[in-house]
T-cell receptor, first 116, second 112 residues
């Protein structure tokens, strides 16, 4: 089954508003959580990520909130701009043995549209 | 300057034919990955590799083989292409011990 779920496939927000994207996961071993942004016909690029030892991380207009007990994490984009219009993919993974990088599981993606 | 490149960028293949998708990275990364993207499924991991001459199965390896002849190159091989393998394929790479993955531009494969 799908280990990472994005329940809302699309979201429309007015320019200047707050965009909130949500992701749920199943695997208790996941300790790395990330959001990727993807424009049509382009490759995904990392926006922001967080490890499980923190429950919040801010980077400019972006904030990731992590709720480990609820197996949920979210991305908040403040002062949303039309250029934020894209597909947002959440991803989660568990660090492998010997400190190796995480093998990621991705959600299906959610299309954010910011209208002027 | 693109650090992860894929070739071809698009391909039309016939059912039952052999398809090879290539990925090249100049990041000096240890890990490389192959994903497929389908409408309604997001990105799904097919195969990955953490060192040359070794590959690992991902979440959906059936019908695919992978080859990592060098640190820089990682290929995905469809020995007998099927209609269900029509998708966009992304290659990615990452450093050992780090989680950020850097993606290539994708290859659009249409199997007829």
């Amino acid at each position: 089954g799908q280990q990472v779920k994005q329940s809302s496939p699309s979201l429309t927000v007015q320019e200047g508003g707050i965009s909130i994207l949500n992701c749920d996961y199943e695997n208790d071993m996941f300790d790395y959580f990330a959001w990727y942004k993807k424009y049509p016909d382009n490759s995904p690029t990392l926006l922001i990520s967080v490890r499980s030892n923190v429950d919040k991380r801010e980077d400019g207009r972006l904030t990731v909130f992590l709720n480990k007990s609820g197996k949920h994490f979210s991305l908040h984009i403040t002062a949303s701009q039309p250029e934020d219009t894209a597909v947002y993919l959440c991803a989660a993974g568990a660090r492998g043995q010997q400190g190796t990088g995480s093998k990621l599981s991705f959600g299906k993606g959610a299309k954010l549209t910011v209208s002027p | 300057e693109a650090a992860v490149t894929q070739s071809p960028r698009s391909k039309v293949a016939v059912t039952g034919g052999k398809v090879t998708l290539s990925c090249h990275q100049t990041n000096n990364h240890d890990y490389m990955y192959w994903y497929r993207q389908d409408t309604g499924h997001g990105l799904r991991l097919i195969h990955y590799s953490y060192v040359a001459d070794s590959t690992e199965k991902g979440d959906i390896p059936d019908g695919y083989k992978a080859s990592r002849p060098s640190q820089e190159n990682f290929s995905l091989i469809l020995e007998l292409a099927s209609l269900s393998q029509t998708a966009v394929y992304f290659c990615a790479s990452s450093y050992w011990g780090q989680d950020t993955q850097y993606f290539g531009p994708g290859t659009r494969l249409l199997v007829l």
